[in-house]
């Protein structure tokens, strides 16, 4: 009896593990509908580990579960993180408003008529904005938002969009680094480090250095790589045309951009003031309450600009994705990884083995992110971590959170900003395939992996 319930196990996990790689290749491929797949997905692991397996052991030794739920559903949805859900559908409703009010219209404009056309200048300009929305926005809302933008101004201008639309897709991974809010790999990571002291300036103070030099060095291989593109001059006449725009020209209530902004400067105070130790307010609370005092501050004009503002799809697909990942860590699968982990590290932790576990990290974490996405990675690591002698020590996750970001540039599935990138240059009649990209940005991707490790090895150096 005992052996055959071992047997049981064993079906299982392999089961779930074949369900999770079906679902995770489907996703890579086109015209599949995410969302559905991920759910059915999560739907087909879950009724497998509960048929053929002691489920509530797994939660107990495999997720850590301090105290496991009676209920097989309740167990199932503490796999879910709710701060991360609550974010992605807050700055959707925020995003969907300052779009809506025409904001991001407007800050485009006045970066056209500043620059004058110049195309270095301009890649340049769209790339910092792009950088900072997605300090503070979602990948997906950064590329909708720009990567429309961006077509219109070089249709403008008379410019390949190439160039400046993968600039705009590189620099939604490389902004969305800075803040724990920014991406699906931050917001987990940071939900599990505010106990041992993060938050949210010290999550920033650690990042945007590092940023800063990706941004830098993206610009540069640009710069390189693009060089024909960026030496067009621009006539005098079209210059004398940018300079005649008028960025408040196609603004319907010039008092919404001064609504927006003053929404954009309270989400960003709030998320600061997250920080002190006495504030019982975090992140994903802050986000929400931005949320409500934007209803406030729009309320003449609320139906319309939510009408194709929240991202439903995006919130199931997050839900059904944890419920999945959850189920596979539970089964136990992951378990041959962290005995690996933890064989490399020792049973006295030392600081060659700290700098061994994270290039091993590194190394693994980019082609994971890059050929799964970077939302299975992270959900994948984190269970990892959770169970490592070290725990998340802070160099480790940085580590991590760095190439897993960075792998979603690493190839078109990795990102589904890349992914949309192309598709924006394919219906503009520039069409890169996928191995023409992977050959393109793959100098950049693997120099922004080293730089990555090289930062979380200083951070272990230095006690961190």
């Known amino acids: 009896m005992v052996g055959l319930l071992g047997e049981l196990q064993w079906i299982g996990t392999i089961l779930i593990v074949i369900v999770v790689l079906i679902t995770i290749i489907l996703l890579t491929k086109g015209g599949i509908d995410s969302t559905k797949t991920t759910a059915i997905g999560a739907l087909v692991a879950s009724l497998l580990y509960l048929i053929l397996m002691d489920w509530e052991k797994g939660f107990e030794e495999n997720l850590a579960f301090e105290e496991v739920p009676h209920q097989y559903i309740e167990a199932l949805a503490k796999t879910v993180n709710i701060e991360a859900i609550l974010i992605i559908f807050s700055l959707g409703i925020i995003v969907a408003i300052t779009k809506g009010a025409g904001f991001f219209d407007f800050v485009a404009l006045h970066i056209v008529k500043l620059t004058r056309g110049d195309p270095k200048k301009l890649l340049l300009a769209i790339g910092s904005l792009t950088f900072f929305v997605s300090m503070f926005f979602d990948n997906l809302s950064a590329i909708i938002l720009i990567g429309s933008l961006t077509v219109v101004t070089c249709k403008q201008l008379e410019l390949n969009p190439e160039p400046y639309v993968l600039f705009v897709g590189i620099n939604t991974i490389i902004g969305g680094l800075p803040t724990p809010v920014s991406s699906i790999p931050n917001i987990i990571f940071f939900n599990l480090y505010t106990g041992e002291g993060m938050n949210f300036i010290i999550f920033t103070a650690y990042m945007f250095p590092i940023a800063i030099l990706f941004f830098a060095l993206a610009s540069a291989f640009f710069f390189v790589v693009y060089r024909k593109q960026l030496r067009i001059k621009v006539t005098v006449e079209k210059k004398e045309q940018i300079g005649r725009i008028n960025p408040w020209s196609g603004i319907d209530d010039r008092k919404n951009i001064w609504k927006s902004l003053i929404l954009l400067g309270f989400l960003f105070i709030g998320f600061i003031l997250t920080s002190i130790p006495s504030n019982p307010l975090d992140v994903a609370l802050m986000a929400l309450i931005t949320v409500f005092f934007g209803l406030i501050l729009f309320r003449e004009n609320l139906k319309r600009y939510l009408r194709e503002g929240v991202e439903w799809e995006m919130i199931i ?8 990942m959850g189920v596979l860590t539970a089964a136990g699968a992951l378990v041959p990884l962290n005995v690996i982990l933890t064989k490399v590290l020792g049973t006295e932790i030392t600081t ?12 693994v974490g980019l082609p994971i992110a890059g050929f799964l996405n970077s939302f299975s990675a992270a959900l994948i690591f984190s269970y990892i971590f959770m169970t490592l002698p070290a725990g ?8 991590f959170v760095l190439s897993g970001n960075i792998g979603g540039a690493l190839t078109p599935l990795g990102s589904i900003t890349i992914l949309m990138s192309l598709e924006i240059l394919n219906r503009e009649g520039y069409p890169i395939s996928f191995l023409k990209y992977v050959k393109k940005m793959l100098p950049l991707t693997l120099a922004l992996g080293l730089l990555g490790v090289t930062y979380s090895f200083i951070l272990i150096l230095l006690g961190f």
């Open 352 to 363: 060659r083995g700290l700098i061994l576990v994270a290039l091993i990290i590194g190394v």
């Open 317 to 324: 697909f997050a839900i059904a994705l944890f419920i999945l």
């Open 392 to 399: 998340l020590l802070t160099g480790l996750w940085i580590g």
